[in-house]
């Protein structure tokens, strides 16, 4: 039982918490009274949690992912429940049905997202570590345009057990915080393996960072500095890459042919996994409650309609459409042999190299309604989702700046190789300071 409280008080300029513990308790470990923000699609006991959704607006859940209750067994207070877009389907936070997260560096730019709340409460110092959690680049694409640092960790290495499942296959929780020390404390507190989760393993992270990287060998894939990647964000990822170089490590081009359907098969993928997952927000099971009255196939409708933004309900006929009998095998069957294809791509590059470095994202932050089409939207994941895809652990952390925003470094690596990814990170960190 937690002994002390703080009180905490967030900066609510910025839309980052849509609810927050005033009175956190906390009691003693690795993170005794240290505050730390959790992503509103992880189950909090007694805290509501609503997935940035009108559909989940009041729903508290009886129970702690084990997540949230490895933060209060290290002595963590939870600091509240951070914005995000809805069910964290989007790249800018602007998808939330409770108004988008501004970005502290810049409040006429989106912070990213989906974990966008948790990586606004620690670039603008409300917290010091967050959860976030990284379906496609949900993690590392807020870290990137916020200043910070993220990592999402090899698939399986942190339960998902209270995670509200948006794509099973793809998702992870992972940790969050200004510099990558805090990452690497966090993820000793979250990793390990939960029985209630059949995808966990047990691969429990103990370690602390070093900044030695002589005789590392860096990846620089020619895809990720090629067409649609910004040419300033490239040169100072580039810079980046050559301070690794400096630092000891030797870096090897290569090229991941996948690329040209990482986009298209990971779309298929999360949709249609979405599709099925959403499918419990029916108004009897989960949401609010169905006007029994109707025909079922009209309650069904409604509650859907209103309960459910544009862009879920986007990517739920999307998926549906993908899953349907005769288009199963064009759309869906097809997105996994492309995925196999990407994993053997990574395989083989690591099979030469220790780590891959390159942009986080094609872009610095971009304006608060500027990418208004799904397409463009899209797009901008195209740096990011290959690591979902592969099940790979990828971090990024800033590395400059372009316009005076903050530019991502994205280190990836091999599968339960996150110490190494940590590792790498770390030593840019320490030379640049």
């Known amino acids: 039982m937690a002994a002390h409280e703080i009180t905490f008080e967030p900066d609510d300029r910025y839309n980052a918490f849509l609810t927050t513990c005033k009175k956190a308790p906390h009691g003693d470990g690795k993170l005794g009274g240290i505050a730390v923000a959790v992503k509103d699609n992880i189950s909090t006991r007694g805290i509501e949690t609503t997935c940035g959704s009108k559909i989940l607006k009041g729903y508290i859940?009886?129970?702690?992912?084990?997540?949230?209750?490895?933060?209060?067994?290290?002595?963590?207070?939870?600091?509240?429940?951070?914005n995000m877009d809805e069910f964290g389907m989007g790249t800018t936070t602007e998808n939330s049905a409770f108004g988008p997260t501004l970005n502290p560096c810049d409040t006429t730019r989106v912070p990213g997202g989906s974990s966008g709340g948790s990586a606004a409460a620690v670039a603008a110092g409300m917290v010091r570590m967050a959860l976030g959690t990284d379906t496609g680049g949900s993690i590392r694409c807020p870290a990137a345009f916020c200043g910070i640092v993220g990592l999402k960790p090899t698939y399986g290495r942190v339960s998902r057990y209270g995670l509200i499942a948006y794509a099973n296959s793809l998702e992870q929780i992972g940790p969050m915080a200004q510099n990558v020390s805090d990452v690497s404390l966090l993820m000793q507190v979250i990793s390990g393996h939960d029985r209630r989760d059949t995808t966990s393993y047990t691969r429990p992270y103990t370690h602390t960072p070093s900044p030695d990287i002589k005789g590392i060998k860096i990846g620089v894939p020619q895809e990720y500095f090629g067409a649609g990647v910004d040419r300033n964000v490239a040169e100072v990822t580039k810079r980046a890459i050559f301070r690794l170089e400096e630092l000891g490590a030797t870096t090897v081009p290569c090229s991941i042919p996948s690329m040209e359907y990482a986009l298209a098969a990971y779309y298929v993928t999360c949709t249609s996994e979405a599709s099925s997952n959403l499918a419990r927000f029916d108004g009897v099971r989960y949401g609010p409650a169905a006007d029994t009255k109707k025909s079922w196939h009209d309650a069904y409708r409604?509650?859907?309609?209103?309960?459910?933004?544009?862009?879920?309900?986007?990517?739920?006929?999307?998926?549906?459409?993908?899953?349907?009998?005769?288009?199963?095998?064009?759309?869906?069957?097809?997105?996994?042999?492309?995925?196999?294809?990407i994993k053997k791509d990574f395989s083989r590059i690591f099979s030469?190299?220790?780590?891959?470095?390159?942009?986080?994202?094609?872009t610095i932050a971009f304006k608060l309604g500027e990418k208004s089409d799904p397409l463009s939207m899209y797009l901008a994941d195209i740096l990011t989702v290959p690591a979902n895809l592969a099940g790979i652990p990828a971090i990024s952390l800033p590395c400059g700046k372009v316009e005076g925003m903050p530019v991502g470094l994205q280190i990836m690596g091999k599968p339960f190789e996150d110490e190494r990814v940590i590792d790498v990170a770390y030593a840019y960190e320490q030379a640049v300071g």
């Open 302 to 341: 409604e509650v859907r309609e209103s309960g459910f933004g544009t862009e879920v309900r986007r990517r739920i006929m999307l998926g549906t459409f993908a899953l349907s009998s005769g288009y199963y095998g064009k759309y869906y069957a097809k997105a996994q042999v492309a995925r196999e294809n």
């Open 61 to 82: 859940p009886p129970y702690d992912a084990h997540v949230v209750e490895l933060l209060k067994k290290s002595g963590a207070a939870i600091a509240g429940k951070t």
């Open 352 to 362: 030469d190299v220790d780590v891959i470095a390159g942009p986080t994202m094609p």
